[in-house]
C-alpha cells in the first residue's frame, strides 16, 4: 500500500517553562540522532519507520505541517521526508531544544522554552 504522509499529528502543550512539541507517525519509529545537538532555527531529526508492511519508500509524499504562534510559542513547521530521509523542524528564530523519544515506540518529543514574559 501506498501511504502518502507518516505523520498522524503535531501537538504543542505546555509544561511549566516548557512547551513540549509532540510528533506522532501513522506506524512505529526507531530514533536514530538529531542534529545540532541542542540550538538552532533548523533541527534534523533522523529515523526509521519500522512498523509491519511499512517501507519509507512507500510514503513518497513530503509533508509540511506549519504550527501557528501561540501565547508562549513562535512559529514553526515540521516537515517529513526531506530528501536525507530526516523529519525537519524549522523554527522562525534559533531556539534551545531536547530530543527524545516517546515511550510509545511512535512519537517524537521536541522540548523548547516558552517565549519569554509568557
Known amino acids: 500500500p501506498s501511504f502518502g504522509q507518516a505523520i498522524d499529528s503535531v501537538d504543542v502543550e505546555r509544561t511549566g ?21 541542542d540550538s538552532g532555527k533548523s533541527l534534523r531529526i533522523y529515523l526509521r519507520l519500522t512498523g509491519p508492511g511499512v517501507q519509507e519508500s512507500d510514503l513518497i509524499v513530503p509533508e509540511t505541517t ?15 521526508a526531506e530528501p536525507d530521509g530526516a523529519l525537519l523542524i524549522a523554527f522562525d528564530q534559533s531556539t534551545r531544544y531536547t530530543v527524545r523519544p516517546k515511550p510509545d515506540g511512535r512519537s517524537i518529543s521536541v522540548r523548547v522554552p516558552v517565549l519569554p514574559g509568557s
Open 17 to 37: 517553562d516548557d512547551a513540549e512539541i509532540t510528533i506522532r507517525f501513522i506506524t512505529q519509529i526507531q530514533y536514530l540522532r538529531h542534529t545540532p545537538p
Open 66 to 80: 506549519r504550527l501557528p504562534k501561540t501565547a508562549y510559542l513562535a512559529p514553526f513547521s515540521v516537515t517529513f
